[in-house]
Structures are given as structure tokens and as C-alpha cells.
T-cell receptor
């Protein structure tokens, strides 16, 4: 595709359930980022993947959050035992040098 | 830890007025990027500044990177309604980008 895609676009879940969010980066982009954006707030860095190097997980807020990426392809962000404070838009971005191209985001609502 | 502060948080201007948003980092940055996010949309890259004291222009937008590489500004001349959105700076010291809290711009026709 021409851009970064994310799925689902919206996810409503019940507190305590696990959710998995998917990001398809632009083909050839070696770097991939996950961010969280709460309503009316800025972007909060979560995790960074660069090629086959070990990911930078320093932004993950708790051990309920994890992410995987196989090579330079799809990435999944998993949130276990969701809490209401996890409600936010989760944005994925990919880049080949420095410029980041953002996907449309997944809006997660935890009831 | 690394912090990037951005002011103001909100700005309302009459169409045709100028607008400036300021970004300040607690540490020296290797580069800084600016993004625009339209309401309901996702951030879109505007520009990257790398050199100390660098100034770049894109039509009515002027971007500056401070001499100490710890602050930056975005200035819009003669705002238009199409400029509405939230402007974020993102400072980098390596792999990570630290986004500012954003400045939400409203342009009143």
C-alpha cells in the first residue's frame, strides 16, 4: 500500500480483556514506532523497532504492554488485562531515515 | 528524563493574523521535527531541522532551531482557515522522538 495502515480502526473492549493492535508499515521502512495519544494530549512514545535490532521498549507503561515485529514487516501491540486508563488512540509510524509516516491510528475504548 | 515542552497549549487567532508556537527541550537535541495533526487525523510530517541556528521556510511557515539546539519555533504568517490543527514538535536525541504536548490552533474567519 501507499501508506501505513492500522487495524482495527476502532476497538471497544471490556476492562480485563486482552487486545491486539496491528500495524502494516510502508514497505522498505526499517524503523517502526508505536505511540499512544490520549484525548487532547500529545504523543507518548511506547516502543521503537529498527530492523533486526533489539527493540527500544523504554516507553512501555507497564508489563501489560508488549509489542512484536517480525523483520521489517507487520507489528502487533498487545495490551493484556486492559484498564480504563488504556483508552486512547494508538498510533504507529514507520520511517526509512528520519521522517515518520503515521498510520490513521486505532481508537481503543475500554469500558 | 527527557522532556519537551510546548507553548501555548491553545491559540485562537483571527484569519490573517500571525501565529507562533514554541518548543523547549530540557536537553540538547540532535534534531527536531514538526508535525501537523488536523482534527480527527493523524500527525503529518512538516519539516526537520538539524543544524544549530537553522531557519527553514515553507511558504507562510518559518521554522527555527535554536543556537543551543534546545529550542525551536514555528511561525505562521497571515493564518488561513486551512492552518487549523494541532502542531507538534518532536525532538530526538537518538532513536527516540519526544513529542511536545502540541499547540492547538483555531483560526476564526
Amino acid at each position: 500500500g501507499a501508506g501505513v495502515s492500522q487495524s482495527p480502526s476502532n476497538k471497544v473492549t471490556e476492562k480485563g480483556k486482552d487486545v491486539e493492535l496491528r500495524c502494516d508499515p510502508i514497505s522498505g521502512h526499517t524503523a517502526l514506532y508505536w505511540y499512544r495519544q490520549r484525548l487532547g494530549q500529545g504523543l507518548e512514545f511506547l516502543i521503537y523497532f529498527q530492523g533486526n535490532s533489539a527493540p527500544d521498549k523504554s516507553g512501555l507503561p507497564s508489563d501489560r504492554f508488549s509489542a512484536e515485529r517480525t523483520g521489517e514487516s507487520v507489528s502487533t501491540l498487545t495490551i493484556q488485562r486492559t484498564q480504563q486508563e488504556d483508552s486512547a488512540v494508538y498510533l504507529c509510524a514507520s520511517s526509512v531515515r528520519v521522517k515518520q509516516f503515521f498510520g490513521p491510528g486505532t481508537r481503543l475504548t475500554v469500558l | 528524563g527527557q522532556q519537551v515542552m510546548q507553548i501555548p497549549q491553545y491559540q485562537h487567532v483571527q484569519e490573517g493574523e500571525d501565529f507562533t508556537t514554541y518548543c523547549n527541550s530540557s536537553t540538547t537535541l540532535s534534531n527536531i521535527q514538526w508535525y501537523k495533526q488536523r482534527p480527527g487525523g493523524h500527525p503529518v510530517f512538516l519539516i526537520q531541522l538539524v543544524k544549530s541556528g537553522e531557519v527553514k521556510k515553507q511558504k507562510r511557515l518559518t521554522f527555527q532551531f535554536g543556537e543551543a539546539k534546545k529550542n525551536s519555533s514555528l511561525h505562521i504568517t497571515a493564518t488561513q482557515t486551512t492552518d487549523v490543527g494541532t502542531y507538534f514538535c518532536a525532538g530526538s536525541t537518538g532513536n527516540q522522538f519526544y513529542f511536545g504536548t502540541g499547540t492547538s490552533l483555531t483560526v476564526i474567519p
